[in-house]
């Protein structure tokens, strides 16, 4: 079986020796193959000596067959190198494949000199092993000589050597390769290990060192194959693409001589010129085109071309360097031409010249010949076309319309005109042409003039005896007209607008072209027209109010821009004044919406009729208006008469339908230009103006201060700060009872106060209005009333002696919310108190908004038992006819009502609102009761429910609680009180 196998391996290795023969016999890397084989060859007499040196009869023999078997690795070895060498691509081998190979001649005539190989030094004995199968072998042992060592050593670095150029094939991409003898290293490392292992008698086998070199053989042999295959692969794919290029150059043959017939028989004009330019040949386009045959005559063309482009002569002698040449149209008129040309004298050319190469070498010059005559007339024609309807609008645009359709006409005189709005037999020019100058406008009668017969069409020409036509048209009498053309300039529904005439003292021509051309003139005349129009209306709607047909705050911004630049470089100034309506959002809410549009179209009427010659007048938006003053503003007196005219004109009652109605105004000034002052600061500061006027009071002015600024950002952060006021526990509540003329109580309204750590106290009348312009309305309100029930359901634990209610406000914001009237029952059910507990003050403006969503609100709250009063009645824009609808239990008259009692015997407001009380069944309280006279003033008009300073101030809870109790005591009969 030993046999067997080291036979077969050589017989493998024989085999792949004679397949790398043959290979290299076909001269397919030759020396590759030629190596290969040579290695194969000696591995197989290397395996043959093994066998035979395994079952050796004696020493003697075994140690002859092992000289041999070590001739056939000292044989292989330089050819190894070297086909590890070419297959890896390894640069520059040679001089070590010289060395190896002196050095394994030099090792062969040692190994055949020494009388125990150079495997051995001296043999030890010759062991007997069997082998697994049973099988008895013969292995010499001995002490290994240095030559020995020296053979191992060069295989150790050769196998290192092979092991670095798989890691570089690796590195290249080629993993194939790297693999293999990376195979092949392991295996050759595994037959060095059991080498070993038998020396040491630690396992009893044969040596497998060739069969490591017949596994390299093996993988050798099938990537060779692999890539002999690839190989092949390429050269069957390079056949089929050679085939292709073959059939393509058959396809391109058929081509060529199918285009030669084309070019034959092409109607353009071409020519042959040899490289000198000759003419060599012409289709028969060109014959007809010269009227001569050119190849015939040997003419040369390219001095022909160089006369008529002598800016062009270098370009032309040097084509058979280029490519091609386009060559612009040349008239022939301008040039005296040859002989061959004179039939073509009053001819338009162009000419473009190619190359034909072969190999990258120019051949013969091609010339192409075209009459572009025609085409360059037409081009001459939309020229001025072009030039009359160009990028300019407006005057310029029909200037310059009217000025280039009278050269393209060759007329004397033109007009561009529009029809009259109030006469539509009255042209308005825009634009007088006369002589090719722009001329003054003037107004032209149609009723004699020849446009009358634009009725029956949209062109109508007269080239000659126009004067005789139309006798009684003064400006063709005027001015000797002979010839007359004209074309309505029409709009997008085809209506005619306007007129283009064209008029000459000498006849005009008229052909189709022209008419076609006018044509075009007048739709884009037409089109001018439509544009500015549509921008005009584009302006208009950018720029104009759509109520008060004011200017609006774009086109403002826009002037007052112009403003500050103009005045920038002087020391004079202009003045912005902002005007805001007082009060305008109560008659909104009362009168309605409709109401408050026309008192704004009113009042915008008003400043443009009085106002206008003195101010820009703008509507900024809602009711604020803005005035910027036409002349220089430099002194008070100036403001102060300004700001007199327009409040007088403004206090002036308004009559809108069946309501007389009285308006008043506030005004915010502020003088401009300043230093780095841009519009939009010039408006804010006439608005923070405007906003210290109306605390004032209204119905005043103020002008810009730069202390105004500073009022302003303590504002901002007054916000900021009231927006933590909750958070932060800042707010609290104060109590101010309400007591009857006999002493008890009634009930008490609670106050809010805010005591901020960075303004102090801060008054309500000052943090209300901001919190409702920032909309934190919403949230103080709702702590407020959720405090408030809070304090009735600690007091009704803690037996406090508090009777009747407590009257919480309730800005017109909160009521507006649509779940408003549900969140309050909500709160109160949640709370487990006495509805009757709780009475809700609110304001006329709060209830005047949608009347049948507020009776809606108090007829629920009410028929849970919240009690409803209505707060400052008299102060708005009372009326019984609400009143009436209205479920209220109480009615409190204002304090500035109550202050006339103390001057004034005789209040009718005071008197009519309570004897509105007594009528309506509903409880009236008078607030701001300050003195004994104003109680008694009260009792003798029928009002004993009271509320103000005489009585109690505003209390924190401690307070109200002391004051509670002595109330208390105060009212308990005397018997109570002596126990």
């Known amino acids: 079986m030993l046999e067997a196998l080291y036979y077969v391996s050589a017989g493998i290795c024989i085999f792949a020796a004679s397949f790398s023969g043959f290979v290299a016999l076909l001269k397919q890397k030759e020396k590759l193959f030629l190596h290969f084989a040579w290695v194969c060859l000696c591995i197989a007499s290397y395996q043959v000596f093994s066998v035979q040196y395994l079952i050796a009869a004696d020493t003697y023999a075994a140690i002859e067959l092992l000289r041999w078997q070590v001739f056939s690795v000292l044989a292989l070895t330089p050819s190894f190198f070297i086909f590890i060498a070419i297959y890896t691509q390894q640069k520059n081998y040679k001089i070590f494949f010289n060395i190896i190979t002196l050095v394994c001649l030099f090792m062969m005539f040692i190994n055949y000199e020494q009388p125990l190989t150079i495997r051995f030094e001296q043999v030890v004995e010759r062991v007997n092993i069997v082998l697994p199968w049973q099988q008895s072998i013969n292995l010499i042992r001995g002490e290994i000589s240095p030559w020995g060592k020296l053979m191992h050593g060069l295989y150790q670095a050769l196998l290192?050597?092979?092991?670095?150029?798989?890691?570089r094939l690796f590195k290249k991409n080629e993993p194939r390769i790297a693999i293999f003898f990376s195979l092949y290293i392991l295996a050759q490392l595994s037959s060095a290990i059991i080498g070993i292992m038998i020396d040491a008698g630690l396992i009893k086998i044969f040596y497998t060192v060739g069969f490591a070199f017949v596994i390299l053989v093996m993988l050798m042999s099938f990537s060779l194959a692999l890539d002999f295959r690839r190989t092949n692969q390429r050269i069957v794919a390079q056949t089929v693409k050679l085939t292709a290029e073959r059939r393509q150059r058959l396809i391109a043959q058929k081509s060529l001589n199918m285009m030669a017939q084309v070019v034959d028989q092409s109607p353009s004009a071409l020519l042959i010129l040899d490289l000198n330019g000759f003419v060599v040949e012409c289709n028969q386009a060109c014959d007809n085109f010269w009227h001569r045959q050119l190849a015939v005559e040997r003419v040369n063309f390219l001095d022909f071309l160089c006369l008529l482009y002598p800016k062009k002569r270098g370009e032309i002698t040097d084509i058979?360097?280029?490519?091609?040449?386009?060559?612009?149209?040349?008239?022939l008129n301008e040039y005296s031409t040859p002989y061959f040309a004179e039939h073509r004298k009053q001819s338009i050319l162009t000419f473009k010249i190619f190359i034909t190469r072969e190999y990258n070498q120019a051949k013969k010059i091609i010339v192409s010949c075209s009459d572009v005559t025609a085409q360059e007339q037409q081009q001459q024609a939309i020229r001025h076309i072009a030039r009359g309807v160009a990028s300019a609008q407006g005057d310029d645009f029909y200037h310059d319309l009217i000025a280039n359709l009278a050269k393209l006409f060759n007329a004397k005189y033109g007009f561009i005109g529009f029809l009259s709005e109030q006469n539509k037999n009255i042209i308005r020019t825009c634009s007088v042409v006369e002589n090719d100058k722009v001329v003054s406008n003037f107004n032209y009668e149609l009723t004699h003039s020849p446009c009358t017969h634009l009725s029956q069409c949209d062109v109508c020409s007269f080239?000659?005896?126009?004067?005789?036509?139309f006798p009684n048209d003064a400006l063709i009498k005027e001015r000797a007209i002979e010839s007359y053309i004209c074309t309505k300039i029409k709009d997008e529904h085809g209506i005619a607008k306007g007129l283009i005439v064209l008029m000459h003292d000498e006849?005009?021509?008229?052909d189709m072209q022209l008419r076609d051309i006018l044509d075009i003139f007048s739709s884009r005349a037409g089109a001018e027209m439509q544009r500015s129009q549509a921008q005009a209306d584009i302006r208009k709607m950018a720029f104009e109010d759509y109520l008060t047909h004011l200017p609006n705050r774009a086109l403002l911004l826009e002037h007052l821009n112009g403003q500050i630049a103009k005045l920038q470089s002087s020391q004079e100034q202009a003045m912005l004044i902002v005007m805001d309506l007082d009060h305008f959002k109560t008659i909104n809410d009362v009168l309605g919406h409709d109401i408050g549009d026309d008192i704004l179209r009113h009042i915008g009427k008003r400043l443009a009729e009085h106002c206008s010659d003195e101010f820009f007048i703008a509507r900024q938006g809602g009711d604020e208006f803005a005035l910027i003053s036409r002349h220089l503003c430099l002194y008070g007196s100036q403001i102060k008469v300004s700001l007199d005219k327009l409040q007088k004109i403004i206090n002036q009652p308004l009559q809108i339908g069946e309501h007389k109605i009285d308006i008043g105004a506030s005004f915010g000034i502020c003088l401009f230009p300043k230093t780095d002052e841009t519009a939009l600061d010039v408006i804010r500061h006439a608005e923070l103006a405007l906003y210290k006027a109306k605390s004032n009071g209204?119905?005043?002015?103020?002008?810009?201060?730069?202390?105004?600024?500073?009022?302003?950002?303590?504002?901002?952060?007054?916000?900021?700060?009231?927006?933590n006021a909750i958070t932060n526990e800042e707010l609290s509540l104060f109590f101010q009872p309400q007591v009857r003329q006999d002493g008890s109580q009634f009930g008490a309204e609670v106050l809010l106060r805010w005591f901020s750590p960075t303004f102090g106290f801060v008054s309500p009348a000052k943090f209300i209005p901001l919190a409702e312009e920032t909309g934190l309305i919403h949230s103080i309100g709702e702590w407020v009333f959720n405090q408030s029930l809070h304090r009735i359901e600690q007091w009704q634990e803690n037996s406090i002696p508090f009777k009747g209610h407590l009257s919480v406000n309730v800005s017109a914001w909160q009521f507006a919310l649509p779940a408003f009237a549900d969140d309050i029952i909500h709160a109160v059910k949640n709370k487990g108190i006495k509805p009757s507990s709780i009475m809700l003050e609110v304001t006329e403006t709060g209830l005047l908004i949608d009347i049948p969503d507020t009776i809606q609100k108090l007829s629920q709250m009410r028929k849970f038992g919240i009690e409803i009063a209505l707060d400052d009645f008299g102060t708005g824009y009372s009326s019984m006819a609400y009143l009436r609808d209205l479920p209220l239990d109480l009615l409190k008259i204002d304090k500035t009502f109550i202050d006339e009692l103390a001057t004034s015997d005789y209040s009718p407001i005071t008197e009519s609102i309570i004897s509105i009380g007594r009528s309506m069944h509903l409880s009236v309280i008078a607030e701001g009761v300050e003195t004994l006279a104003q109680s008694n003033r009260l009792a003798a008009l029928g009002c004993h429910i009271y509320q103000g300073y005489y009585y109690a101030k505003p209390m924190s809870e401690d307070d109200f609680v002391a004051w509670l109790f002595t109330q208390n005591l105060a009212q308990q009969p005397s018997s109570v009180k002596l126990k």
Request: hydrophobic share 35%.
């Open 160 to 167: 290192l050597w092979v092991a670095y150029r798989s890691w």
């Open 698 to 723: 209204r119905g005043r002015y103020q002008v810009y201060e730069h202390n105004l600024e500073k009022v302003a950002q303590e504002r901002m952060k007054m916000q900021q700060a009231l927006k």
């Open 507 to 510: 006849k005009m021509p008229d």
């Open 463 to 469: 080239p000659d005896q126009v004067q005789t036509l």
């Open 320 to 331: 058979s360097h280029k490519e091609n040449i386009h060559l612009p149209p040349v008239s």
